[in-house]
């Protein structure tokens, strides 16, 4: 259970962090799970930043692990990708 | 002190690119198949400064795995040279399917998925320099050589649309395109071949691995902040 609230929390201050560093921002009031990403503020360039500022900071990208390519709609999803394919879990 | 990764390092131009940019102040972790001794004795003269990685890049899937290797043992990447390359030669219609495969996966596979792990490191810091090694022939074509100069051509194109993806993150993508080079890759060129090469040259002579790799240090340089997206040809002038 601490280690799911961890990879959220994470995430959460990944993604403000991804934001600052492309200038963007937050476009919704907050990150919840029903958000869509693509409406959120974060572009394309944002998300791979993001993806590879959780690489260093959590240890694997889930993505990359994947057989196939998968693209998360909302925020919960991409949530519920890394607690999934955690190889901590 | 900023750190650069080289592919095919251990020989040819890779080896002369790495003793330019240990001459410089760079560290250098270099990636090749087979460990030279020559290699073996610039790493004892650096000894801080230049490390290896015995890597075979047909080894597509392991590529990840290695690039992580790199940054926790190396620490933050500043720059990536795509210099690693197959130079098969051979008429297409007689070139056996393996072969074919092996040039795109070693020459354009293996160095995009490189990048795209290594990138991360520049991503995050917003900061780093990509070089791809193309060749002449990716524009010029030569006969027996389709495979490879296709190849080629796929790392120029690579870097275009690269340098577009990455230039807000403050990461600039360049292409170096050689002309004929005395190297391994080459040695089966000789006499009437090689007169015929510097004879085209408008300065009657060839480009050395040296010239290549003062052009890869010059674009690691802050002298080229605002140059990405491009390629420089190192050629004596040949398809001037
Ligand atoms: N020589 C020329 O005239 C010329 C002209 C234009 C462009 N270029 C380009 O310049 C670059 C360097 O070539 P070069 O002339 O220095 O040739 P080279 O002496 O044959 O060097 C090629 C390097 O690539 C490495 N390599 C090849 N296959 C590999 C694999 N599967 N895994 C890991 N490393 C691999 C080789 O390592 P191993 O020996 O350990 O396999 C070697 O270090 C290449 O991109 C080439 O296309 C050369």
């Given amino acids: ?89 | 002190m900023d750190l650069v990764v080289v592919t095919g390092a251990f020989k040819g131009l890779g080896f002369a690119i790495c003793k330019h940019l240990l001459k410089n102040g760079y560290s250098v972790v270099g990636i090749g198949r087979t460990l030279t001794s020559e290699y073996q004795e610039l790493q004892e003269q650096y000894q801080d400064y230049l490390f290896h990685e015995v890597f075979d890049f047909n080894n597509i899937e392991d590529i990840k795995a290695l690039s992580k290797k790199i940054t926790s043992k190396y620490g933050v990447i500043y720059g990536l040279v795509n210099n690693a390359a197959l130079g098969h030669d051979g008429v297409l219609a007689t070139m056996h399917e393996s072969q074919i495969e092996e040039l795109i996966r070693v020459n354009v596979q293996a160095p995009i998925v490189l990048t795209k792990y290594i990138s991360r490191s520049m991503l995050i810091r917003q900061r780093g320099r990509i070089i791809n090694i193309s060749s002449v022939i990716a524009t010029t074509g030569y006969n027996g050589l389709s495979v490879y100069g296709a190849t080629k051509s796929a790392l120029s194109g690579f870097t275009r649309s690269l340098a577009r993806e990455l230039g807000r993150a403050n990461i600039t993508v360049n292409t170096v395109a050689p002309g004929f080079m005395d190297t391994s890759m080459t040695s089966s060129l000789k006499g009437e071949k090689l007169d015929s090469i510097r004879r085209r040259s408008p300065l009657n002579r060839m480009a050395t691995v040296d010239d290549v790799a003062n052009s890869v240090g010059f674009l690691l340089t802050p002298a080229a902040d605002n140059i990405t997206g491009s390629t420089i040809t190192i050629d004596a002038g040949s398809t001037a």
């Fill in chain 1, 1 to 89: 259970m601490t280690e799911r609230t961890n990879i959220r929390e994470s995430i959460t201050k990944s993604f403000h962090d991804a934001l600052e560093r492309t200038d963007s921002k937050l476009l919704v009031d907050n990150l919840s799970d029903d958000i869509v990403l693509l409406q959120s503020g974060l572009d394309s360039l944002g998300f791979a930043i993001l993806v590879a500022i959780l690489d260093e900071e959590l240890g694997f990208d889930p993505f990359a692990m994947m057989d196939e390519p998968v693209y998360p709609v909302t925020f919960g999803e991409f949530v519920s990708i890394y607690e999934k394919i955690s190889p901590t879990e």
